[in-house]
């Protein structure tokens, strides 16, 4: 009894050690995004809303224009983009690495976001992210995939 009690106690360490080693191994680097808002307003009060696996993450109000931001791997975020009087967008940026990647650098991503402005005959919206950007191992690179138009 004591054998088989040691033998799935250390079963699970091991199990236990591979998953901390995937994960340290995605936290140990970002994925960089560099993007732009673009709009017909102006950026003034404009947003972008970071959420890391559903939760607040963070939060930027100013410069966008052109920004970046370092996202650490091993997460899902979403980006919710807004610029009073045009229509919100949403994109998805899935940073977690297929387990047989490893990975090895940090990875930068270019983007930018048009925001068109909202119809005179009612407000519009999306109805869920427009894009999706995940990691491609084809590529061993971070890729765009359009979801939907409004």
Same mark, same amino acid.
């Given at each position: 009894?004591? !054998? ?5 106690? #250390?079963?699970?360490? !091991? ?11 995605? #936290? ?20 972008? #809303? ?6 607040? &993450? ?27 009087? #045009? ?5 998805? &940026? ?16 270019? &983007? ?22 995940? &990691? ?15």
């Amino acid at each position: 009894m004591k !054998a088989l009690t040691f033998l799935r106690l #250390t079963a699970q360490a !091991a199990i236990a050690s591979i998953a901390i080693t995937a994960s340290a191994n995605e #936290t140990n680097h970002v994925l960089r995004i560099e993007g732009k808002v673009l709009s017909g307003n102006p950026l003034e009060g404009a947003s972008v #809303t970071v959420l890391q696996d559903g939760a607040a &993450f963070n939060r930027l109000e100013k410069g966008l224009a052109q920004f970046q931001m370092d996202l650490p791997l091993g997460h899902e975020y979403r980006l919710q983009f807004e610029v009073p009087g #045009t229509i919100a967008k949403e994109s998805v &940026f899935n940073t977690r690495l297929p387990r047989s990647t490893e990975a090895k650098k940090d990875f930068l991503f270019h &983007f930018q976001v048009s925001l068109l402005a909202q119809p005179v005959d009612g407000e519009q919206h999306y109805s869920g992210p427009v894009g999706m950007i995940a &990691f491609n191992p084809a590529d061993n690179d971070f890729g765009y995939e359009h979801l939907r138009d409004a």
